[in-house]
């Protein structure tokens, strides 16, 4: 009886796993349908920042400075990873593919300054001997992206005045489903094949747009929205990520579960039926000694 207490005691806390699994499930999925609308929202954002930036370049003699090849020296990268457990090779994933973009851009910028984002990827930079030099922790949902972003901008003006001329990000990007790739995206300098799209992109209308501003003073407006557009986008997406991996961990626990709870309720039922065979001989064996002594 000791033992099918035991077994009704496992497959309790089983269940009650089992229920927990199915409920960080329905939050992994929600996230990353929140995280999703999230970037394609900013991604809307983007094409007014977009748009603004065409009207400013239209006067600005070529090539735009922003976008000249940053002088070889320092490199500043950011990589998003996770605070969490419970999602995958999440971090392995974006900080081996961080670490070997950076080896490749080592030749010509040997010096190099890391964020990360999250203390798991920061544990994993330093395995791989590229210990960060700040450590910031992940947004816990949407409203948190922006002031996560806003902070990162800061770092990153930091870094220029450090004469950092050149910034990556690391990040992973959902491909479908529970599916994410590790990406890379240079910030600055900007890409000045991307500049030289907006400058000759034609205007929807035949109106200009007119400013009132120092020239100089809203481009600087702009590309720093733009720096905060792309940061925005890759935070959202590398939670979605994040959340689809842990939705693909619970899939498999879920399964796990599942293939464990009918191991034990077999084997339950099992020994139940011992339990009550060998209560049944008991009684058998009982009533035929009684019948001998009552015969004699």
């Given amino acids: 009886m000791e033992a099918l207490e035991s077994l009704k005691r496992t497959i309790h806390v089983t269940r009650e796993l089992q229920s927990l699994v199915k409920t960080m499930k329905v939050l992994a999925g ?34 735009f400075p922003a976008a000249r090849p940053a002088p070889a020296g320092r490199l500043g990268a950011i990589v998003f990873g996770s605070d969490q457990g419970m999602c995958g090779t999440l971090n392995d994933a974006i900080v081996t593919h961080a670490a070997r973009a950076l080896s490749r851009l080592a030749r010509r910028h040997p010096d190099q300054a890391v964020a990360a984002v999250g203390v ?14 700040a450590v910031l922790p992940v947004p816990g949902s949407v409203s948190g992206i922006g002031p996560a972003v806003h ?8 870094w220029r005045g450090r004469g950092i001329g050149m910034v990556v990000l690391f990040h992973c ?40 501003l120092d020239t100089e003073q809203l481009l600087h407006a702009l ?9 925005y986008r890759a935070a959202a997406e590398s939670l979605a990520s994040e959340n689809a991996a842990r939705l693909a961990s619970m899939q498999v626990a879920e399964r796990n579960i599942e293939d ?8 339950f039922h ?25 015969r004699a």
């Fill in 270 to 294: 099992q020994s139940r039926q011992a339990a009550v065979t060998s209560e049944l001989l008991d009684i058998i064996s009982g009533f035929e000694a009684l019948k001998g002594k009552t």
């Fill in 260 to 267: 464990r709870l009918k191991a034990l309720t077999s084997e």
């Fill in 173 to 212: 990007r959902l491909v479908t489903g529970v599916f994410y790739r590790p990406r890379g995206l240079r910030l600055l300098p900007v890409d000045a094949e991307w500049i030289r799209g907006l400058q000759a992109r034609r205007w929807p209308t035949r109106v200009l747009p007119t400013y009132f």
């Fill in 30 to 63: 929600l996230n990353i349908r929140q995280y999703e609308r999230a970037a394609h929202a900013v991604a809307e954002y983007n094409r007014t920042v977009e748009m603004g930036l065409q009207i400013v370049l239209r006067g600005l003699p070529e090539p």
């Fill in 151 to 158: 902070d990162l901008l800061a770092r990153v003006e930091e």
């Fill in 120 to 133: 798991r990827a920061a544990a994993q930079l330093e395995n791989e001997g590229r210990a960060p030099e």
């Fill in 223 to 231: 590309l720093r929205e733009y720096l905060f557009v792309s940061m």
